[in-house]
Antibody
């Protein structure tokens, strides 16, 4: 059974940093591109970014709203993807999901507030 | 960026009805379209990829079609568990944009 489990969410002040993790199991993680998607309360889905596999040089792509502030990485030895979020803004408040597009994690809530 | 526009934004229907949701892209996306279902307080669930391919385990009453810029998600006979919000997403070009969602409610 495929499982994606996010962790690391919480309350952070504007300008602060937070690192989310996504632990994967049940599929060949090293062969899968991984994406992060977020959803503010009561709003729609927003694609945040993705990281490709080693075969594609771990290439990354980001939404304009987070480019330069967020960094996606992965550790294939740990079957884990990461989302490093810096210079956080109140508008980054959302539930953050990791997904390999067929399967999604349960999400982790990030709240940016003073 | 490629804009994705879903219609309608909301829809009321009854169990047993056939419903269709439309998704229009601002440019040709070469069939690289996915559909997701989301229930309140739950993660999205993948239904369809590549415009018309059903994800494993998804009931056959769900179907997708379309090409170019115009796509549809159809549910042939609504079941109580189908009342949810549906999103389309293009993955032809970055950023991978979503439609605004269609909320399917019980009439």
């Amino acid at each position: 059974e495929v499982q994606l489990v996010e962790s690391g969410g919480g309350l952070v002040r504007p300008g602060g940093s937070l690192k989310l993790s996504c632990a994967a199991s049940g599929f060949t993680f090293s062969g899968s591109g991984m994406h992060w998607v977020r959803q503010a309360s009561g709003k729609g889905l927003e694609w945040v970014g993705r990281i490709r596999t080693k075969a594609d040089n771990y290439a990354t792509a980001y939404a304009a709203s987070v480019k330069g502030r967020f960094t996606i990485s992965r550790d294939d030895s740990k079957n884990t993807a990461y989302l490093q979020m810096n210079s956080l803004k109140t508008e980054d408040t959302a539930v953050y999901y990791c997904t390999e597009r067929s399967n999604w994690g349960q999400g982790t809530l990030v709240t940016v507030s003073s | 960026d490629i804009q994705m526009t879903q219609s309608p934004s909301s829809l009321s229907a009854s169990v047993g009805d056939r419903v269709t949701i439309t998704c229009r892209a601002s440019q040709d996306i070469n069939g690289w379209l996915a559909w997701y279902q989301q229930k309140p307080e739950k993660a999205p669930k993948s239904l369809i990829y590549a415009a018309s391919s059903l994800q494993s385990g998804v009931p056959s009453r769900f179907s997708g079609s379309g090409s170019g810029t115009d796509f549809t998600l159809s549910i042939s006979s609504l079941q109580p568990e189908d009342f949810a919000t549906y999103y389309c997403q293009q993955y032809n070009g970055y950023p991978y944009t979503f439609g605004q969602g269609t909320k399917l409610e019980i009439k």
